[in-house]
């Protein structure tokens, strides 16, 4: 059972920018529940990459999007959200569910047709299949919008997460 709530419906070997949209589209994904912290934003940074930023501009033509994150800083996830006129959540406290349950009544469609995007398998992903989302696990990005080089957290969470029982992984 853990090991099913653990596993994303879709591992990416990239980050988000290079993530095909049409491949959302095709599988009847009507909105978009997106991490910001390594999945948007870079670590340490406050801008997104401009690669990230065409993506999302290119998906927002098509899909209702939600930035929910359980960083609690408005003002970091705010100008993100601010720049490109979408509706945030900070301080989520992902897996909790309280926070995203709210974000799916917004949106208004079944769980089943809207993907939650992230970076992490203990937040992003279990919260998402605690809902029954489309979980779609990327790789974090950097600076240049391309996988971070050595990103040691989340190959120990995939470590973690094949010792649970996610036998996919």
Request: glycine share 8%.
């Amino acid at each position: 059972m853990l090991g099913q709530l653990l596993t994303p419906d879709w591992l990416a070997t990239t980050t988000l920018a290079q993530l095909p949209l049409e491949q959302l589209l095709d599988h009847g994904i009507r909105a978009l529940v997106l991490d910001v912290d390594r999945t948007l934003l870079p670590r340490r940074h406050s801008a997104m990459p401009p690669a990230a930023e065409q993506w999302l501009r290119h998906a927002l033509q098509q899909l209702p999007i939600h930035l929910l994150s359980n960083n609690p800083s408005r003002l970091r996830i705010g100008s993100v959200a601010d720049s490109l006129g979408l509706p945030y959540t900070t301080a989520a406290g992902k897996p909790r569910r309280s926070a995203l349950r709210r974000v799916l009544n917004e949106l208004g469609l079944p769980p089943s047709q809207i993907a939650l995007v992230g970076d992490r398998i203990f937040t992003d992903v279990l919260a998402g299949n605690r809902l029954g989302l489309y979980t779609v696990l990327v790789k974090p990005i950097d600076a240049d919008g391309l996988p971070c080089r050595h990103d040691r957290l989340q190959n120990l969470e995939l470590r973690m997460a094949r010792w649970l029982g996610t036998g996919t992984l």
